[in-house]
């Protein structure tokens, strides 16, 4: 009798999937994003508002944008960071 055909009693464990943290997080991010810019585009009046404010951002606006695009963008990879590390535990 050879190896292969003694049965085994043990089921054979399978790895648990990975699951890919920062694509999820970057799904729920773009995700929301296209939500909010289906929103805008709903409506002519939101439309016009936000084309209006976007083209009235002085070099502050567009400083403090940059700066809460950065910093979303840091988050989120610290919040994958974070989940990544309780995963391995």
């Known amino acids: 009798m050879s190896e292969t055909d003694i049965p085994t009693t043990e089921v054979e464990r399978l790895p648990r999937p990975r699951i890919r943290i920062g694509a999820a997080l970057w799904g729920l991010v773009l995700m929301a994003v296209s939500g909010s ?3 805008l585009m709903g409506a002519p009046a939101r439309r016009a508002a936000a084309l209006d404010t976007v083209l009235d951002l002085d070099a502050l606006g567009w400083t403090v944008v940059i700066v ?6 840091v988050t ?3 919040l994958a960071a974070v989940v990544r590390r309780l995963q391995r535990r």
């Not at 809460?68 to 963008?73: K, L, P, S």
Request: overall charge neutral; proline content about 0%.
């Open 37 to 39: 810019v289906l929103w």
């Open 68 to 73: 809460v695009a950065v910093g979303g963008g």
């Open 76 to 78: 989120l990879l610290a």
